[in-house]
C-alpha cells in the first residue's frame, strides 16, 4: 500500500516490485547522517525551492512520484502547466517536481528524501528507477550504513539529490534550478533550446560537464 493506502496499478507494480514511500521512523538508527566530505564548508545556505525533472517511464503515474517525493499533486501540478490532467501524463516526457534545496552539513547542497525498500532492492534501482537517475547508486550508499549486498527489506533508507541555487558569479538573473538527469541524445544545443536560455549560459552554470555524455546531472535555470 501507499502512503495514502491506495494501492499501486498494476504496470507500477510491474516495473518497481512493489517500491513504496514511507514516513515510519523505524529502524532509524541504521540511517546514516548525512557526510561530511572535508573541513572546508561549501555551502553556507540553501534555497526555500528547487525542481527535480522526473522522466516518465511507462507505466508510472503522479500519484507514485507525489509519495516518493512527499508531494502534494496539486503543487506539483504547478510547476507543469503542460500536463492537462493528473491522469494524463505520458511515458518519456518530463515533469518537475518541487522540492527544498538544502545546504546539508555546510558541504554540498542537496535534500534527503526516505524510501522504503522492498524485497529485491538495490542502491542501483532505487537510483536508477524509481528516482529516474536523480541521483546514483555511489550517493545513496555514501549516506546509508546498509552494504550493497546486505540491504534488508522494508527498511527506510536515505535517497539525497543535489540540487542548485545559482552562482552569482555567472549570473544573478536565475535563483531557481532544476536538477537534470542527462541521457542519451541530449547535448548542449538541444538543452539550450528546450529552455530557451543560451548555450553559452548554460555551459557556465555546468563548467564541468559534458551535456552530450548522455548520463550525469546538470543544473538548468528554470523558470518559476
Known amino acids: 500500500m501507499t502512503p495514502n493506502n491506495q494501492e499501486l496499478p498494476e504496470p507500477i507494480l510491474q516495473h518497481l516490485d512493489n ?73 518519456g516526457t518530463r515533469i518537475n517536481v518541487p ?39 555511489y550517493w545513496i550508499q555514501r549516506v546509508n550504513n546498509y552494504e550493497p549486498t546486505q540491504i534488508p527489506d522494508f527498511a527506510p533508507i536515505n535517497v539525497t539529490i543535489n540540487c542548485s541555487c545559482g552562482d552569482r558569479h555567472v549570473s544573478k538573473d536565475y535563483g531557481l534550478f532544476t536538477t537534470y538527469p542527462l541521457r542519451p541524445g541530449d547535448d548542449l544545443a538541444s538543452l539550450a533550446n528546450e529552455s530557451e536560455l543560451p548555450a553559452d549560459l548554460l555551459q557556465r552554470f555546468n563548467p564541468q560537464s559534458d551535456f552530450g555524455a548522455g548520463s550525469g546531472i546538470v543544473f538548468l535555470p528554470a523558470k518559476g
Open 19 to 91: 517500491y513504496q514511500f514511507t514516513k515510519d521512523t523505524e529502524m532509524r538508527t541504521n540511517i546514516r547522517p548525512p557526510i561530511r566530505f572535508g573541513k572546508t564548508d561549501f555551502c553556507r545556505k540553501g534555497c526555500d525551492l528547487a525542481l527535480a525533472s522526473y522522466y516518465i517511464w511507462e507505466g508510472s503515474n503522479l500519484t507514485y512520484i507525489s509519495n516518493i517525493f512527499d508531494q502534494n499533486i496539486q503543487e506539483i501540478l504547478q510547476f507543469n502547466p503542460q500536463v492537462s490532467s493528473q491522469d494524463n501524463i505520458r511515458s
Open 99 to 137: 522540492f527544498s534545496c538544502e545546504c546539508l552539513n555546510g558541504d554540498f547542497l542537496g535534500h534527503t528524501f526516505e524510501y522504503k525498500t522492498q524485497s529485491g532492492d538495490t542502491y542501483a534501482k532505487v537510483a536508477g528507477l524509481a528516482f529516474a537517475n536523480l541521483t546514483t547508486q
